[in-house]
């Protein structure tokens, strides 16, 4: 069963700063593209930023320049260093992979992590 797993989320003072991790288990063969969303109360989801398997990211202009999305495809693993965070960050923070689960085929499923909560106090 391929699942993803988040963590790393807590509550932080405004202006401090988080390290998110998510790792994919399971029987996986390959991982494209990775990212983190997040999903604030009252509101839709959002993109924060994504990476592909050749390493280029994408952020959303919310916190471009305040936060950094690496992964390590040897752990099947993606993460999210926020710095300067802000109450507007709270959040439950997703993330995602799109992930190779069949060794006969190259193409991929969108899986999601169950989330983790960040909240930022000001």
């Known amino acids: 069963q391929v699942q993803l797993v988040e963590s790393g989320g807590g509550l932080v003072q405004a202006g401090g700063s988080l390290r998110l991790s998510c790792v994919a288990s399971g029987s996986i063969f390959g991982v494209n593209t990775m990212g983190w969303y997040r999903q604030a109360p009252g509101k839709q989801r959002e993109l924060v930023a994504t990476?592909?398997?050749?390493?280029?990211?994408n952020y959303a202009d919310s916190v471009k320049d305040r936060v950094t999305i690496s992964r390590d495809d040897a752990k099947n693993a993606v993460y999210l260093q926020m710095n300067s965070l802000k109450p507007e960050d709270t959040a439950v923070y997703y993330c995602?992979?799109?992930?190779?689960?069949?060794?006969?085929?190259?193409?991929?499923?969108?899986?999601w992590g169950q989330g983790t909560q960040v909240t930022v106090s000001s």
């Open positions: 995602n992979a799109n992930l190779r689960v069949d060794i006969f085929s190259l193409s991929t499923n969108l899986y």
């Open positions: 990476i592909t398997r050749g390493g280029t990211t």
